[in-house]
């Protein structure tokens, strides 16, 4: 089986595999793009962009050191507020992000959110070219409420709360010292940047496990709130 062949194996069977080794993140990107592409060929639609590693706590805890890029689709959304099924995951974790709305290539709105990231790869260990490969571990997304932009949303304060105990504190500074800097590197590494497309600007805190039965909420200062119930069980 090839890469691209091995990864969605693992994607819809829910079973880890262990790492590939890809040799480059051009070679690995090629395999990003094929890889997405099977999921549209089977019905699912583009609807966004997120950035990934773009703080220096997700470096640390994925031990790599490059911003990197990945897509979403529709098939990857879950509704504020909504309930997400486990069942077809390997070791999830989640984390509070800042979305952003695309209009006319630019933010038209921000909103708190939630990305729920599940690596396909054994014990969530990778190279940094495997996890590109590995469409940088997207899994699901959870969107809140959308807000004009405001003029400054570089030290914002979030929070993760984990059945209503804070369990991760952050800044929106984490994200590359201002969560538009993820937008302007994510544009011009994606390239085109669809209007209404959601972009996903990195995570603010360190991850934590998703867990079945507990209620998950992001807490963005002035931005409001996204949470999701996880329902169900996972397991590698």
């Known amino acids: 089986m090839t890469v691209v062949e091995d990864l969605d194996a693992a994607l819809l069977g829910a079973k880890a595999i262990p790492q590939v080794n890809l040799g480059s993140v051009d070679e690995a990107y090629a395999v990003q793009a094929l890889l997405v592409q099977r999921r549209i060929d089977r019905g699912e639609k583009m609807v966004g962009v997120k950035m990934g590693l773009t703080s220096k706590a997700k ?3 994925v031990g790599v050191d490059q911003v990197i890029w990945g897509r979403l ?3 990857m959304r879950v509704p504020d507020g ?21 209009r006319d290539g ?3 709105a921000v909103a708190p959110a939630l990305e729920i990231i599940d ?3 054994a014990d969530f260990k990778f190279t940094l070219p495997d996890v590109i490969a590995d469409n940088t571990s997207a899994a699901a ?24 105990a804070v369990v991760q504190a952050g800044s929106t500074a984490a994200i590359l010292g201002d969560p538009r800097r993820a937008f302007e590197q994510g544009a011009a590494m994606a390239g085109e940047l669809k209007d209404g497309w959601v972009f996903l600007a990195g995570a603010a805190t360190a991850a934590v496990p998703l867990e079945r039965g507990t209620f ?3 807490v ?9 119930k996880a329902v169900g069980s996972w397991g590698s």
Do not use: C, K
Not at 82 to 101: D, K, M, N, W, Y
Not at 142 to 159: C, F, R, T, Y
Not at 220 to 228: H, Q
């Open 220 to 228: 963005v200062e002035g931005l409001g709130m996204a949470s999701v």
């Open 106 to 108: 630019a933010i038209a």
């Open 216 to 218: 998950v909420r992001a």
């Open 82 to 102: 909504g309930t997400v099924s486990l069942e077809g995951f390997i070791h999830p974790r989640i984390e509070p992000e800042v979305a952003f709305l695309v």
């Open 73 to 75: 689709t529709d098939a």
């Open 59 to 61: 470096m640390a805890q």
């Open 141 to 164: 997304f959870v969107v809140g409420a959308w807000s004009p932009m405001p003029s400054n949303v570089d030290n914002l304060e979030v929070l993760l709360e984990v059945d209503g």
């Open 119 to 121: 690596s396909r790869y």
